[in-house]
């Protein structure tokens, strides 16, 4: 299992490994406006990583269906000084939750050592940002756009087709110099995918881990999880998400990108004990 060298601080996939969110937004489906204001923000950084989260995932722009799309100023405005402290504070590495080029370049001189892109790089500018980085990129599958995303998502195959769009991602970031030891692949659950898309996918999900590129899984707290429990409120759904995140490693998932970080970082041991068993 590769070692990812994210800015200088390593991150072993030999073992799975937890990524906390960090939304500095006022309008995340889950968590915003709680961490807009800086020393919200860093609070809650040092919280995760004192719960044993091994990467921050930093995000200064909602993708939730319906979000409003923010300027690129205003991104940098929010994130950079977070991602700055976060890296020269804490060993753990920092994460980039961005499809913007320039909060890319802007992030990774600040410090961050991993870019984690909804778009896969289709965005103006991106592809190039992040091959000049030299840090880790994840690569995630979306239908449509965040604004409109969830208004009527189609699939022939859903497993398939996600594998196929994030093979043509692989290979266009191959193309323009990044290599494969850089990359990371993310199925995109609830990225235009209706319910039975995203247990689809879940349940196949080793039908991509044969890529051979480690598999980040953002699942928590989902709408998936809420609709299963009976329309459940983000904050009622971290039973499911833990349930979620055990059933992804045992598909395998290298890293949970979650908001719970604790709760998932003991359901993780428990499991790893298991699937380590000879």
């Given at each position: 299992?590769?070692?990812?060298?994210?800015?200088?601080?390593?991150?072993?996939?030999?073992?799975?490994?937890?990524?906390?969110?960090?939304?500095?937004?006022?309008?995340?489906?889950?968590d915003g406006g709680e961490y807009i204001a800086p020393d919200k923000a860093l609070f809650q950084a040092e919280r995760m990583v004192e719960e044993g989260a091994d990467i921050i995932d930093?995000?200064?722009?909602?993708?939730?269906?319906?979000?409003?799309?923010?300027?690129?100023?205003?991104?940098?405005?929010?994130?950079?000084?977070?991602?700055?402290?976060?890296?020269?504070?804490?060993?753990?590495?920092?994460?980039?939750?961005?499809?913007?080029?320039?909060?890319?370049?802007?992030?990774?001189?600040?410090?961050?050592?991993?870019?984690?892109?909804?778009?896969?790089?289709?965005?103006?500018?991106?592809?190039?940002?992040?091959?000049?980085?030299?840090?880790?990129?994840?690569?995630?599958?979306?239908?449509?756009?965040?604004?409109?995303?969830?208004?009527?998502?189609?699939?022939?195959?859903?497993?398939?087709?996600?594998?196929?769009?994030?093979?043509?991602?692989?290979?266009?970031?191959?193309?323009?110099?990044?290599?494969?030891?850089?990359?990371?692949?993310?199925?995109?659950?609830?990225?235009?995918?209706?319910?039975?898309?995203?247990?689809?996918?879940?349940?196949?999900?080793?039908?991509?881990?044969?890529?051979?590129?480690?598999?980040?899984?953002?699942?928590?707290?989902?709408?998936?999880?809420?609709?299963?429990?009976?329309?459940?409120?983000?904050?009622?759904?971290?039973?499911?998400?833990?349930?979620?995140?055990?059933?992804?490693?045992?598909?395998?998932?290298?890293?949970?990108?979650?908001?719970?970080?604790?709760?998932?970082?003991?359901?993780?041991?428990?499991?790893?004990?298991?699937?380590?068993?000879?």
């Open positions: 299992m590769m070692v990812l060298d994210c800015a200088g601080k390593p991150l072993d996939l030999a073992r799975p490994k937890v990524m906390g969110i960090l939304n500095i937004t006022p309008d995340s489906f889950s930093v995000g200064g722009e909602s993708t939730r269906p319906g979000a409003l799309a923010v300027s690129e100023q205003q991104e940098l405005d929010r994130v950079i000084p977070i991602v700055a402290a976060i890296a020269a504070e804490y060993p753990v590495p920092v994460s980039i939750d961005t499809s913007k080029a320039t909060v890319m370049k802007e992030a990774v001189a600040a410090g961050a050592g991993l870019i984690n892109d909804v778009m896969a790089l289709r965005a103006p500018g991106a592809l190039d940002a992040a091959g000049k980085s030299l840090v880790p990129v994840c690569l995630m599958h979306m239908q449509g756009e965040p604004r409109s995303m969830q208004s009527n998502p189609i699939y022939a195959d859903v497993v398939s087709e996600v594998r196929a769009f994030l093979e043509a991602r692989v290979a266009a970031c191959e193309t323009a110099g990044i290599s494969r030891n850089r990359l990371l692949l993310d199925p995109g659950f609830g990225f235009g995918k209706t319910l039975d898309h995203n247990l689809d996918l879940l349940k196949n999900l080793s039908a991509l881990t044969d890529t051979g590129l480690p598999l980040l899984v953002g699942i928590s707290r989902k709408s998936m999880i809420g609709a299963i429990l009976g329309d459940r409120s983000s904050g009622q759904r971290l039973y499911g998400s833990l349930a979620a995140a055990v059933m992804a490693l045992e598909r395998g998932a290298s890293i949970l990108r979650v908001h719970d970080v604790k709760p998932t970082v003991d359901a993780l041991k428990l499991a790893v004990a298991l699937l380590e068993r000879p």
